[in-house]
Each structure stands twice: as structure tokens, then as C-alpha cells.
């Protein structure tokens, strides 16, 4: 969700698609090394450390795919995700994390930390050395004493292996207080707050209790994480801890809303101690369970293969070209993995209702989500995306509202938009089966017509009573910019969804508020020599160039308004601009249901190819922005197929690299992730309707292995470091002249082979993609 | 909550004030037994069972003042309180209960039950015998066993003994799944669901586990009620459940959403069993600790006599008439003790957020008991009120809105008006100390300022955009009638706590809007011979004789609306009327800070008095619904406090009794016990302002032995059942000819002598009580 500046959109971009198979693809002998390549499993291509340096924020350690234990390294409570690079020391290892996330962090619960000696010390930092990070594999030695730990997990269950130098001296903190993001500021914002923690030695080999934390980034309420941690090897003198006091030789310390521990000597003659630490949502017993049907042995290879296993059948339906160079596998499928890290399967493990519903947690964010990852989800696997799908409705029911944002069972933060309606109309229009519509648009329809209120950060659409009224967000909401633009496009996938569904009046009216984007569209304002833009307008209908902010009644300061302005001022309020993490010049493309009518309101096609052109000529531009996520292929809509597919060809040379800092932005959830991985393809999803844009794909295949049981196949026939344009498109053998393609020819199965030239040619320009639903 | 037709309301009031002293105050011999009575404690004279059949609902089980945890039988599932008069059979004895509570039930977590022989069958109902109920203290017979249960309880927890008729064959069934208000309809409106639980035999002696249930009447998150039972005896055998499956030999049942229990076969040689149950909201170990240090022993009597001090040591702060009547006595101080039953004081216990803040929960509802609950608190604890009052201010800094009802650790129900307002102004005007008066005024703004949207029934002001908007709440909006009329008043208490903190622009604007009832006040109105009241208007403005109702667009059904439209038609919404639970007739007499107003409006004094009568004489009344508490002082305000008396002693000889159908409606945590007590003494607050009414006491002289260390006396001399006008007055010896006497000068200790009359008299007639603040 954070963005930076981008200085070098423009380095050169042809060197980047094979970088290791620099010879072309004819070069059978540099072909050669890559058929060993062949033999390779897809998981072994995922390198979770992509992106975790600068602003990616993914999680590092290993997780099940959407699987509920994340555990990894924390370095300190700062980090979002937990781990930050060398030389910063590491505290220990908690055992839930996100991925990619901006803002206050969340969880980071139940903390353990290898040491040696006396049982007396709560402090048990240590710098690192021979950190090893592989798909749910993590290894460390500590510096200070040498103890390496190995952690992998199964869905709820982690599995940590210390190796001591020394039997004798074989010690475990288990650290019931700790979590990430505390503030020494009471109830401060985004920080997450202490509640309560408790834990108990069961037996010399087990040990239960929990950690309650509330708040962090989405405001939640509190949410408790339950234990159940089972030794392979005894204890034999334990301190307790609550607060900065210890307890030693008591094995117990009952919630008194203080943080509690243990320090554990543990006996045996091995020099290795394995642990398990069953988590659940429910109680400790219940997480003692999920050891007991999970990991009902030690074999730590036998659960890492076990993980290795999940992945690799989700991988293996999207099989690409495998001649693709390693570092395309590894894009490719890091890609993948970060897609399906969140949201979290938590079914069976839902404190607040029970039923036989899934339920998913750690939507973080819809916002981030909805464009590319839910989409890639729902052509990996349509049933899981139709199950997250069901998960949101039966939030709405219990809880009121669907989800934007969700945490620790909470929902929360909006930023602008109710975006689950994006998400249940592209279920809706991809036709994902098991799912009540007629519920899904009552509870669409709650977010378009019952305000939310005072909270309006929780759920719901803030500003909304005025939206209904006025047709826009007024300026004295905030955000009104990105709010009066994202809701008009979710009262399109309502729109969608009511017309599907035959309800006439319902769409009847959502398809007229569809268009309400235009009440904020400033036809006569002209910036850098483009006009028309989303502008601040107050109630009563007037523009406004200088905003006022503040509430003194003697002051009344205000700034300058411009496409340009990205942020309110630093003594300004942050989340209370006109946009949220954007400026009108990203905003002003991000209108994804009438794309012609923005055309036409820019002044034509000649007019917005050159508003387009300035975009990223003059790096107004953010990658790392999801509202500028579908941006660079809006030239399809003027018959530019092949502008799209230069621009993110750009793009990806620019941003996307298999270095830790090898992500543009916070990754949230996938985001960034899974747009990179449409692109390889050459496939584009428009979320919320059916049809994905063709371009230039930077694989030479890709192969769907759908769920349904028919393979799709992508061929880029000819692609190389010079042949970057589609000259000509098959599908299933017929001649296929359109940039985009329809859900339904995908699910369908068959071949849709592209024809590479090295110079732009005339396909694709003539049939627009689908226009949109008319009232 | 409920009403009743008022069929009684004219049989003669005299014989009743003092039926066991009918020969007057002058024999000495008639006084002679109650000397004896002198002796007596005065927690003696409370009889729990009085409300216990028809309509009052109390709670009948063992409590501490606020206590938390409340034992009580449960007959079934169905009844509100748990407890229903034989001879339905009870289920067994659960942990936590409400007191006087109308609409779906909430709690009954944590069921155990004695029984004899085998462990296996989960039923073990049984009809009752010898059922005995005194404070602190239940105890009963179990036709079919022969088992004596009896209970007592520490604040959080309980304590049983149980006595079999063989020590070879004892046995107990703890049920971690049973709660009250059970509906077979998934999701029920009102109807408590089940979430979880859980049960663990821990060792021989000690069994742990929780209930984790949600909804119920405010529909609200789920909470999770853990317990820590130990046992005096060693189990000897068990069989645990879940659901309907047995498991012999099994000592624990993990929560997987189902419900748990264990069935107990118990040796030792006795005869008898004690138990001690610990409750916490935290955790079982919690509430393990809080056996530690509420129970460390097993002394019954001595937990038996802990309680009665604590009770003693409240009501021993207002020592009435040691000479009243015995129905006298058990009348005030059950009244008195039903007003400290709830809220429920969860200091320590609040698993939502930490702090040094007191946490109070089972406000059920403010709606109920702000007119007489809370002021009575007030005068006997001052201290214990301002925690109250804290802990409102604290859930609003961290659930975002002041509570209204609250249950279960999540704010809900509203039935119209944000009546925490009343209870702050309350407080501000009568000094309580310790609060941040303006953290309060900012809660009160939230309400007044920040619409709860979709959240409209948990918390905050439904129809506030309308209110604010057009100065009333229109037809539109559910319960329009009753929200304006309330939020009129509340923000009349918003304008008091700014004025006094000097928010002069804050005061302006609410003092104005305190008006508001003024704007469905329909001047021309006439019914039953009285002109205006408040009635129904639509947002145009426009005065609705016929009401539609129903969402249908073929069909417009409407039904006439009179001022005694009791309910919406039977095929309308329940809570979609004009009123909650009332007439026009009475919410047009429910402005308690503009009656003056409200008299000029109504025609002046002789028309208000024509008003007041007819509402009275034609029955209109409704002595259990709590928007008329203050209306049979309404003739106060036309100088005749004589004919207030009057009604009330009419009100509470028809109404009021020691038999267990002694309460007129609901008893709603104290409310209608209170609004007696403080009839009695003679003194009547109008809360939120800071003077009492002063009517004839039915007491002859009760003393306030106040937290300050002054006393302050209300003596009424020559009280008789003859002698009940108050003919003159003397403060501290100070002619005192006010009807009418300001909070603070109870506080500063006095005696206020009333001289009976056998007739009226000119006293209280010239100077009106205090007028409302003015604009």
C-alpha cells in the first residue's frame, strides 16, 4: 500500500526476459542446462525471500498455502512481517504473521527462542549467522551460543528442531507476551495493545496457554491465540515470568492482563530438541488437536515434504513454458506463493459463530486484493476462490457487514470502496459454483445503502449517506476522491450481479450510480496538457482548487489542490486527503467499468494515448499503487494492444527483480505478486468482469491444468528478446483478432497461440474490448 | 420491559402503608414485636422471591452487590432468570444469570447438576421439593434423588453443597454446553447461539472448561465463560459427552463447536459434596485463581456470611423506620437489593482491553434503570456510581460508542435514546468524583454527533441524520416517536455537562436541540378531551393520521394511529412502531426537562391536571413501562405535590406486594424496585437534574448514613394511614415549603422534617421545582 518514487521505469527492458538464455530460444545448446531443469519440482523455483527487503514486507518463513501458522523470525516488534535482514538481532520466533503489509503490523504471537544455560534470563536476543530461507523451510544459527533452529509447519501446527552445542545446556524461552507493533503509547493508532497472556507447564513435555492482543492496523477487537506446545525431550527446571518478574520453579501464570513466559532447561543427552506448537483460534485443547491430526510424529522431513506437497499441486496447474529461464521460474512462482499466503484458512477455528461455512480471515485488504490475486486464485483453483467467497457472505451474516480489510477476526480498515462486491461479481460472471448470489446481493446491498456510521473505518462506506444523496463523495468527507470512484465501480458489480439475477430494479439503479465517477470528473480543469480530472467538490457543488483542512475556528488553513498532490501535508491529517495513497492523475485512469466514457470525457483517443503517454513519460506513474494496477494496458481500449504490452514489459524490467528487494512495493497479500504473474502470462484479469486483456506474454507457455480437468494452453510462438509484439492470435486454431479473451474460453479449455514479430502490427486493434453493461 | 394491563389501580391505598400496625404509631404495644426486629440485620428482611412469578422475572439465586457470577436453578431453557415455580422440573444450577430481564434470555453457562448412580445419561431433570430462598442462600430437594443442593456464591464464585441420600452413589453432571434461550432456528432473532465449549477433568479433584455462546436479546459478539470447578471428594469414574455421544473413560472433549460435559462418579465416604465453581472471562485458570482468593477453604456458612456483610454493609446506609412493617422492610431492602444486582462489576475480568479503569457489563438496559436504578446507587454509594460511570466512558474510548444495554462484553441493545448521557449528567450535576467530565462530554458528542448506521441497534442514535436534519425523527425511521422524545432529553443532559464545563458553543447548540420533542408535538390534537400530543410525522413534515407499513410495491396496508396505539398490528414489525413500548398518552407526558413547557403546551395547569387525570382514571397508565416512572409527579408542577402522593400510594397499593408476583412489569436490573424504594422514603429524583421531588413517604423516617460520614434524615412525622398529606415542612429546622429538594443538600447531612395532615394542604404549592436550563 505504500508507494515510491520510480526512477528507473526506463531502463532498457529487452535484456531482462531471458537473461540467462541470452542466445534466443532456437540455441538448442543453451537449452541444454534447463531440461535438468525439467526434473525440478515447481516449489523448489519459490524463493520467499523475493521482496523481503525495501517495501515488500512478504513473509519469510514457511506456511501452508492460505495456512493458518505463519512462523518466523522477529526481529525486534517493528517489522510488519516479522523478520528484517542482518544485522539486526532476532528476538525469537512467533508463529503468526501477513504478508506484505503497510501500516501497524499485526500478530506476531507466541514467541519462542532457543538458548543456553540457566533458566533466569528473559532477554535471549541474539544476531544470526547461516540464515537459510526455502519454501517452508527456515534455518538460523544464533550467534551467541550457536544453536540452529530449523522451523517448518503443517496448516495449524509448527514444527520447530534446535540444535544445542551442547546437550547439557539445552534451554526454550516460550514467550506468551509477545507480539509485534506495541506502542508504549496507550491505544495508540495502528499499534496493537496488550490484553492478556497466560501459560502453563501440563508436563515436562507440554506446555499451554495464550496470548490475547487487540487492535494493530485494522483497529480490531481482541483476539486470542491458543497453544499447545509438546517437547521431544523433558524439562527439567522451568522459571516462570509475569511482567519483569520471575517465578522460578513455578510452572504457572494465569492471566492477570500481564505478559507471562516460561524458561525452560530441558534434559535428555541428544543435543537436538524438536517442538510442536499446535495453534487454534478456539481454546489450548483444541490446539493440542490440531498436533494430534497434523504432525502425530517428529519427523520434521515428513512434514516439510508434506508442505512441499500442497504447494506443488497448486503450482503444477499453472505449469509454464520449461525452458523458461530460473529466473522466470522464480518470479513466476514466488508469484504464485505469495498469492496464496493469505487470506488464512481458519475454518473450523472461528471463535465468534459456528456453523459449516468456511471462514477466512486476514483479508489484507480487498482493496489490494480484488484486481489480480483473487482473480489468480480463481483460475488456480475456482473452488477455494468460491469457498473465501462463501467466507465473506457468511461475515456479512454474522457480523453485519461483508469484510473490506479482516484481521484477528475483525474487520477493518476500509481505505475507500467496498470491495467484496468486486470480488463476488467476478465470482458471479466467472460463474464460481456453491454460492448463494441472491445472499451475496443482500449483503452487497448492505454496503451500498446502510451507512456504517461511526464505524465507517470498520466496514461499509463511509461518506455513503452523502454519496446517496449528492452522487458523489463530498469534499468534507474524507477521501472523497477515491471513495465517490471506487463506489461507483462496486455499484457496478452490483449492477452485474442484480441484472444476473433478474432483479430490475436493483440494477436499474446501481447502473445509473455506476456512472457517478463523472460527478466528480472536473471536464474543464487542464494539467500538464491533459483535461478533465477527479476533483475535490464540496457539497454544494463547487470545485474546489485550495482545500481547507483543520477544525479551528479561528484558522482556517488551507493548500493547493492539484492532479499531483499525493499526500495531504505532514501536518495534516494522513488518511484525510481527497485520495487515499494516490493522486488524481493515477485516480483519473482508475474507472474500470467505463473505460470508453473516460476515453471520450479525456477528449478522444488521440488525447488520452497522449494523457497516457504523459502518465509514464513524466513518471506520474506507481507501480507499487493498486489503483494503478490496470493503467498501463488502457491502451487496448484505443486499439493500442501493443502500447499496453511495451509498458509493462517497462515496468516489470524496472520493478520486478528475484532480489530480496525484487518487489516495487508492500506485496499486501499478493498483490504485486499476482499482477506480475498475469503479465508473464500475457493474460490480464479486469475484476469484476469476464474477460481477461491479451498481451505480450513473457513466456513462451504457459499451461492451465484446470480444476475442471481441461488444460488451456498460452503459446507465444516466435517470442524473443526482439520479438515482443503480437503479430497474429489462434484460438483453438481459428483466427482470434481481439486483445482480450473471455473466462468462459478459458474454462472451456484449449490453445490460444499468439504469433511474435518484432514489430507492431495491426492485431488487436480493431475489436475493443467487451463494452460494459448499459442501463 | 413489559407491560400489563392495570386492572387494580384503584383499590384502596390507606389500609395498605401499614397493615401490621393498623392501630397506629402511637401503640406502644403494637411496637412492641418489632423491638425484636431491631435485631434483625436488615439483608434478613430482602426476600429474592419477591418478583419472582409474573411478570418481575428476578433473578433468585445467590449473589454479591454487582456480583458476577449468579447461580441460579434453570427449569429449562426458556425462562429469563433462569428459575420458573414448580412444578416444572429443573435442569440443573447454572453460573450466570440477569435479573428482571424482558425480551430473549442471556447466560446460563456452566450447568451442573447432582444426581445419583451410573454415569451415564445426560438428562437428569428432576421436580422439585422444599425449595428455599433467602439471600445468598438457595437450596432445594430433588423429588426423584432425594439430593439437597444447596448455594451460596462469593463474587465470582460459587459454592454447592450437596447432600445424597448414599455416599456409594453420588454423582455429577457438569454441562459446559447448556444455556438459556436455546432456539432450534439457526440465527433467531433474541435467541442466545452456541458457539463452543469445552471440558477437561484436570485431575480427581478439579474440572476446567468454558462456554462460548452469542446473541441472545442484544445480539451480541460472542462471549466465552470459563470455569474451574474443584471438588471436595475424588472423582472416581467419568464419561464425558459431546453432543449426543458418550465417551466412557474420557476425561476431555476439545472444542470443535460442539457441546461438552462430563458426567462424575464421586467416592470419599461423606455423604456430602462441596464444589466450588470459579468463573472468569478470561480464562479457567483465572477463574481457578479467583477460587484461590475469593474461597480458599470450604466452609459454606463462612462464603454465606461474606456475602450477607457485603450486602449488610449497604443497606445499612439507608436504615429506615426500625418500626416499619416487616412488608415494609422486605419491600425497601429487596428493593434496594434488586437495584445492586446488576450492572455486573467484571473489574479484572474484561478480556477485550486492558487497564486500571473499572469494567462493569450488563447494563440491561440504561433505557431501563437511569430514572431510579442509577440515582439510588448514587445516594448509597456515590463511589460505586462514578466506577459505573467510568466504566462507560471506558467501553466508549474502546468500543467506540457509550453502551445503551450491554451483555455479554458487547454494546445492544437501543430502544430508542443514548441514555448514558443521562447517567453522566446525572452524575456531573451531582458531583460525583473521579471522572473526566470532558472525556464524558466527548462520548455524549459521539452519540449526538456520529450516526451508528447499520450498527443502530448495538449503539449510538438510530435516525440521528434525520434528527439532526429535520429536528425530528420522521415516521421513516423505526420508533421515530420515542427516539425524538429521548434524544430531546439527552441532549438536554449534553447541554448541562457543556454548560458546566464552559463549551458554550457546544451548550447552545444542544440546549436548542433539546427542544426537539416540541417538533412532534401536534398542537391541534385532541384526544379524550386533551389537546396535543406527540405523533407521528413524515420527513416533509406532513402529520400522519394512518401509518403504512410493510416494504411490499404493489400493497400499501396502513393502520389508523391514535395516542393509545399500544404496538404495532401483530403483522407488523414488533420494534417498527411509532414507540417502544408505549403510547402516545404516555411519551407525551415524558419530557422531564421542560414541563413547564409541556404544561403550557398541554393547555396550562388545569388542562395538564384534566391531562394527568384522565391518563390515571382512564387507565392510560402503565405502572411497569418506564417512560411513565416520573408521571404521577407531574401534578408537582402545577403545585399540587398532594396529588402526586396520592397516585402514588394508589400505584403502589395496586401494584406493589411482597407476594412473588409482587413487581408490575419486568423488574429491568432494579427498576421497579427502585422507583418503590425511593417512594417510599418520599423523595423522587427526576434524573440527570440534580433535586428530588418530595412526596409523602410511606416510611416514617429513613436515614441516609451517606460514604461522606453525614447523615442525612427524612422524617415524616404523624405519618398514619390516616395522616398522609404533608402538611409542613422544616429543613435543618428552617421552614421548608418546597416540594422539592436539591442533591446537594442531602449531601451535606440534615434532617428534612414532614409534618402529616390528614388533609391537603397549601405546602409545596407556590414554589415549582427548579426550571430547566435556558438557552
Redesign the interface.
Known amino acids: 500500500m505504500k508507494y515510491q518514487i520510480i526512477s528507473t521505469l526506463f531502463l532498457a527492458a529487452v535484456s531482462w526476459s531471458a537473461p540467462e538464455n541470452a542466445q534466443g530460444q532456437h540455441s538448442s545448446a543453451a537449452n541444454a542446462p534447463k531440461s535438468s531443469a525439467l526434473q525440478e519440482k515447481h516449489f523448489s523455483f519459490v524463493d520467499p525471500m523475493i521482496g523481503s527487503e525495501g517495501l515488500g514486507r512478504v513473509f519469510i518463513g514457511p506456511s501452508y498455502p492460505f495456512g493458518m501458522v505463519k512462523p518466523s523470525p522477529d526481529c525486534g516488534t517493528a517489522p510488519n512481517s516479522g523478520w528484517l535482514p542482518e544485522p539486526v538481532p532476532v528476538t525469537g520466533f512467533s508463529q503468526l504473521h501477513v504478508s506484505g503489509t503497510g501500516g501497524g503490523p499485526k500478530y506476531g504471537n507466541i514467541l519462542v527462542m532457543p538458548f543456553t544455560g540457566a533458566p533466569d534470563n528473559q532477554e535471549q536476543s541474539s544476531l544470526r549467522e547461516k540464515e537459510t530461507v526455502k519454501l517452508g523451510y527456515y534455518s538460523v544459527v544464533l550467534k551467541k551460543n550457536q544453536i540452529k533452529t530449523e522451523i517448518t509447519t503443517a496448516d495449524k501446527v509448527s514444527f520447530y528442531k534446535f540444535s544445542y552445542p551442547d546437550a547439557r545446556t539445552k534451554a526454550l524461552k516460550i514467550d506468551a507476551g509477545f507480539f509485534l507493533g506495541e506502542q508504549p503509547v496507550?491505544?495508540a493508532r495502528e499499534a496493537q495493545?496488550?490484553?492478556?497472556s497466560?501459560i502453563?507447564l501440563v508436563s515436562p513435555t507440554e506446555i499451554r496457554g495464550?496470548s490475547?492482543i487487540?487492535a494493530g492496523w485494522n483497529n480490531g477487537?481482541?483476539y486470542?491465540v491458543y497453544f499447545y506446545a509438546v517437547l521431544d525431550q523433558p524439562v527439567t527446571a522451568y522459571t516462570s515470568w509475569k511482567g519483569k518478574k520471575l517465578f522460578p520453579g513455578l510452572a504457572?501464570q494465569?492471566?492477570?492482563?500481564e505478559k507471562t513466559g516460561l524458561l525452560l532447561s530441558v534434559g535428555g543427552s541428544a543435543t537436538q530438541l524438536n517442538m510442536k506448537i499446535g495453534i487454534s483460534f478456539?481454546?489450548s485443547?483444541?490446539a493440542?488437536?490440531n498436533i494430534e491430526r497434523e504432525i502425530p510424529h517428529w519427523n520434521f522431513d515428513q512434514v516439510l515434504a508434506g508442505l512441499q506437497n500442497q504447494w506443488e499441486a497448486l503450482f503444477s496447474r499453472i505449469e509454464i513454458d520449461p525452458q523458461a529461464t530460473k529466473t522466470q521460474q522464480q518470479l513466476f512462482y514466488t508469484g504464485l506463493y505469495h498469492t496464496m499466503l493469505m487470506p488464512v484458512n481458519r475454518t473450523?477455528e472461528n471463535?465468534?459463530?459456528?456453523?459449516d461455512q468456511p471462514y477466512y480471515d486476514d483479508f489484507y485488504t480487498l482493496w489490494d486484493t480484488f484486481r489480480t490475486s483473487n482473480p489468480l486464485i480463481t483460475l488456480i483453483s475456482p473452488l477455494r476462490e468460491a469457498e473465501i467467497v462463501n467466507a465473506l457472505i457468511d461475515i456479512y451474516?454474522?457480523d453485519?457487514?461483508l469484510p473490506d480489510g479482516r484481521s484477528g477476526n475483525a474487520n477493518g480498515r476500509t481505505q475507500g470502496g467496498s470491495h467484496a462486491e468486486v470480488v463476488i461479481a467476478d465470482a458471479y460472471v466467472k460463474k464460481l459454483p456453491g454460492i448463494d448470489y441472491e445472499m451475496a446481493l443482500e449483503a452487497m446491498l448492505?454496503d451500498a445503502t446502510?451507512?456504517?456510521?461511526?464505524?465507517?473505518e470498520q466496514e461499509?462506506r463511509g461518506g455513503?449517506?452523502e454519496y446517496n444523496r449528492l452522487g458523489y463523495v463530498p469534499f468534507s468527507v474524507v477521501r472523497s476522491g477515491n471513495r465517490t470512484v471506487d463506489y461507483a465501480y462496486n455499484d457496478y458489480n452490483i449492477a452485474t450481479v442484480a441484472k444476473g439475477l433478474n432483479h430490475r430494479k436493483i440494477f436499474d439503479r446501481f447502473i445509473k450510480q455506476s456512472a457517478n465517477w463523472r460527478n466528480l470528473w472536473r471536464d474543464d480543469y487542464i494539467h500538464e496538457g491533459s483535461k478533465g480530472f477527479i476533483l475535490p467538490r464540496d457539497a454544494s457543488g463547487k470545485w474546489l482548487d485550495t482545500i481547507a483542512y483543520g477544525n479551528s475556528e479561528i484558522q482556517h488553513p488551507t493548500y493547493i489542490y492539484t492532479p499531483l498532490t499525493r499526500e495531504t501535508p505532514w501536518y495534516a491529517c494522513h488518511w484525510c486527503g481527497f485520495f487515499y495513497e494516490g493522486t488524481s492523475w493515477e485516480y483519473s485512469f482508475s474507472i474500470p467499468h467505463e473505460i470508453p466514457a473516460l476515453i471520450f470525457k479525456s477528449g478522444g483517443n488521440d488525447a488520452f494515448r497522449k494523457r497516457l503517454d504523459t502518465f509514464f513519460d513524466k513518471k506520474f506513474y506507481n507501480v507499487a499503487n493498486e489503483p494503478s494496477f490496470l493503467t498501463p494496458t488502457l491502451y487496448h481500449w484505443i486499439g493500442r494492444p501493443d502500447l499496453s504490452s511495451l509498458r509493462i514489459r517497462q515496468i516489470i524490467a524496472a520493478s520486478y527483480n528475484t532480489s530480496r528487494n525484487g518487489l516495487p512495493g508492500n506485496d499486501d497479500s499478493g498483490a504485486m505478486s499476482s499482477w506480475l504473474a498475469f503479465h508473464m502470462i500475457g493474460l490480464y484479469p479486469n475484476a469484476g468482469q469476464d474477460y481477461y486483456l491479451i498481451n505480450s506474454p513473457l513466456l513462451k507457455q504457459t499451461i492451465f491444468h484446470q480444476e475442471n480437468g481441461k488444460d488451456f494452453k498460452v503459446i507465444a510462438k516466435g517470442l524473443s528478446d526482439k520479438n515482443v509484439y503480437i503479430k497474429s492470435a489462434r484460438l483453438n486454431g481459428k483466427v482470434f483478432n481481439q486483445a482480450w479473451i473471455k473466462h468462459e474460453d478459458i474454462v472451456k479449455g484449449g490453445e490460444l497461440v499468439l504469433e511474435m514479430d518484432a514489430a507492431p502490427s495491426s492485431w488487436g486493434t480493431q475489436i475493443l474490448p467487451p463494452l460494459s453493461l448499459k442501463p
Open positions: 496507550p491505544d495493545q496488550f490484553v492478556g497466560e502453563e495464550y490475547r487487540r477487537r481482541a486470542t504457572m494465569y492471566d492477570s492482563n478456539l481454546s485443547l483444541k493440542k488437536a473450523g471463535p465468534l459463530w459456528a456453523n451474516k454474522h453485519g457487514y448492505k446502510v451507512p456504517p456510521g461511526g464505524n465507517e461499509g455513503l449517506t
